[in-house]
């Protein structure tokens, strides 16, 4: 099973669930998104590429944070861009 070479990349924990969360760029410009993703370099969150504006696929593409995790409850996945893998954490 191929390993992702950009663990070493996780830099913040889960947020704080008390905390109000969304796209903050879609928040800001009023528009509406499916799923969030998490970026596991600045806790940056973003919509998914199901939603109108690929504001995680954005953030990647912005910063070069190569991490993402699903922030939708119960879902225990991520994603590397540059590698194309897809991520399971243990919990
Ligand atoms: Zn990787
Ligand atoms: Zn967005
Ligand atoms: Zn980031």
């Known amino acids: 099973m191929p390993t992702c070479s950009h663990l070493d990349r996780i830099t913040t924990e889960a ?12 928040l800001e410009s009023g528009a509406i998104w499916v799923h ?5 370099t600045c ?9 109108t504006n690929k504001h995680a696929s954005r953030h990647y593409e912005a910063t070069g944070h190569p991490l993402i995790a699903s ?5 225990n ?12 954490f243990a919990r």
């Open 36 to 40: 969030l993703r998490r970026c596991l």
């Open 15 to 26: 947020p704080d669930p008390a905390q109000p969360t969304g796209c903050q760029e879609c």
């Open 43 to 51: 806790g940056h969150l973003g919509c998914c590429d199901s939603s």
């Open 71 to 75: 922030h939708q409850p119960g879902e």
């Open 77 to 88: 996945w991520g994603w590397c861009y540059p590698e194309r893998l897809f991520l399971e």
